[in-house]
Structure formats: C-alpha cells, structure tokens
C-alpha cells in the first residue's frame, strides 16, 4: 500500500517566545516535523495551516514532495506571502524529515550530501553603549565564535533594535501590544563607525564583524554608512535599506565595496530575482521557514550560485530548533554556502525541542542523529500555551512612524 499521510496536526506553544510546529504523521507511523512559526502573526500560519492546507494532505504519498509542493503553492491560486509560504515551508520541512527517516539517513545525505565538515555561525552581541559591546562581542569570541554580529545602543535613543538586556537569547516580540522605540538616522550614522573602529582595535582582524542596520535607512544614507565602514572590512551589513524598492541597491553599490545582505523578510524566488541576476547583494538571508522550506530555497541558492552570490540563513530565536536543524542540514549541503546565523534558543526551547546538532569553535554540526535530527516534545510543549507577543514598531522623533 505504500506510505500514505494519515494525519497532520498544529502545535502552538510558548517556552520562552511562540513556535507553531507542524507535524505530519504517516500509516507507518513515521512522522515528520515542519517549522511554521512567523513572529507576530504566528496564529494566521496555523489557519492557514488547519482550515486550508492539512485536509488536502490526508491520504496522500508523503515521497512526492515536489508535487505536492507545487499543488500548495500553484494550486492555491493566491500565490507567495509570508503567511502561505511559511505553511508550504512547514509541509516541506516535514516531508523532507519524513523521506529522510523512511530511508534512514540524515537529511543533507538526502540533498546530496556534504560539502563542507561544518557550518559557520555568528552570534548576536549587543552592548548599551560602544564599550559594553565590545565586551560582548569579546564573550562570543572567548566562547568560540568566528564571526559576530555587533549592535549598539545610540546616544540619545532610548532604546534601538538588536539591544537588549538579555545577551544570549536576545527576543525582540517583548509585548503583549507592540512597544515604540525611536529612531535617528543622523545619530545613528554617526555612531556606528565608532563601534566598529574599537572593534577592531581591541579585537584585531581575525573575527568576522557583522551589523544589521534592520530596514531604517534610504540608499543615500545607506551608501555613506557602506563607506564609512569599508575601512573596518565587515563580513556583510545587512537590510541597509527596506527591499521593496530594489533599485536603491544600484545607488547602494555604486558607493561602496562593503558586502551586502538581504532577505530574512523575502518569502520566494522573484523577491531577490533582480537583486541575485544584477549582483546588487553578496548575501542571500532567506531561510528555509519563511521561503517555502528546502525545496524552494534550493532553487534561490541555484539561482544565487550563478552570480556568486552566498547563502547567509536567518536565525534568531524565532526561527524554531527545527528550522534551525533544517536550515542546519542545508548549509551543510549547499554549494555556494556563506555563513548561518545562529542566535541561541532559551534553556526551555532546547527541553521542549530536543535535538542533535551541537556548537563547537564556531561551527554547527549535526551530531549523529537521522534526518534533520529535531524532535518535540508535545507533553511539555502542551505546559507553555501560547502569549500574544508583537515585534516593536519605530518612530521618527517627531512621532512620523518609521520601518522597524
Ligand atoms: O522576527 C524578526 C527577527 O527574526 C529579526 O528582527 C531578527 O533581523 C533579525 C536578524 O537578523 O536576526
Ligand atoms: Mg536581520
């Protein structure tokens, strides 16, 4: 009779912040576990998931991902979005977990095998000020860490994206109703070059530094931030600039060598196509959750590899440890990888998903488990309900409301 999909069910909990998990079970008992969390909005990914997509699931080969892939994703008519893309990817994930154990080996075996003996990680430091930061970033480094993305509070902002109290875990969704913070452009161009100068004066040449300017600037603005920083030789900055209107990358590129990264936001192929084809990014940062799982993100790393653009994966907290495990076993996959970014989960994620793969001198590896080698542990999920929890908004000083 063959395998056949017998069941699929949601699992919303909250151990530390809100994961939506999708779980597709088979005739034969094995089972395959799909990431859908999409932060702020995480309950619309679980109708989508429940009223439209598990009843079309029932009853068929869960081997065929592909087609049922593009029944999701053509099939549906309204096509792309956060929202259905984050549902396909949960499905996707799934049935990659599902093959992968159906044949007993792990995932990246799966996608044809290894490329690299490890994958490259940076972690998030952030500081309230110049030296605080500095030394957070020297913490990741003495932890092991070869690169490291560096946030800093501002002088006269109250508060400003990527800085927190918390230094490991660091969970922008802090409210039950979004939280302000303020936004200066000029203060913050002329902030960040200093950061960077220190770094490098107290930690040398041989850490990779990251920075993630999160969406605030215009091209102009962006380009002469590019500029500044390009004596500091950082890895990459990312989302320099809101990626809507991609032409701004021109002017972007035409000022400056510093690498460039984008896409956490981006949910398919045609959200970078012009971006990757006119080499206006370095860095594609979509991951396998919000584009569409692995199937979808192995056609924009294709796509990537032709005009020697990289992989960067997304991976803060609200990218669920079967995400990460997923995004894990491609990179390890992935010919043109670049970097995986990896924000540690909460002591009370890691109990509630447990998994294989493991942190050493600056790498991920997958351990030795099956597949993508992330489980859930659904009695202990069931004991942390899901909270309503928003992403912060931004406002200009005079209260004109900004990108966050
Ligand atoms: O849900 C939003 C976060 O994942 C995002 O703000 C984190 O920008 C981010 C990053 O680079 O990790
Ligand atoms: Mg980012």
New binding site residues.
Partial sequence: MGLKIEEARVIVCCPGRNFVTLKIITNEGIYGLGDATL??RELSVVSYLEDHVIPCLIGRDPHQIEDIWQFLYRGAYWRRGPITMSAIAAVDTALWDIKAKAAGLPLYQMLGGKSRTGVMVYGHANGRDIEETVEEVGRYIEIGYQAVRAQCGIPGLPST?GVSNDKMFYE??DADLPSENIWSTSRYLDHVPKLFEKLRQVHGWDVHLLH?V?HRLTPIEAARLGQSLEPMRLFWL??IVPAENQEGFRIIRNHTTTPLAVG?VFNTIWDCKNLIEEQLIDYIRSTVVHAGGITHLRRIADLAGLYHVKTGC???T?LSPVCMGAALNFDLWVPNFGIQ?Y?RHAEVTDEVFPHHYYFSNGFLHPGESPVHGVDLDEKLAAKYPYQRAY?PVTRLEDGTMWNW
């Fill in positions: 932060n702020g994206y922008p969704a993630d999160h990312e989302d956490e997304h991976g803060a609200d970014e924000m992403l």
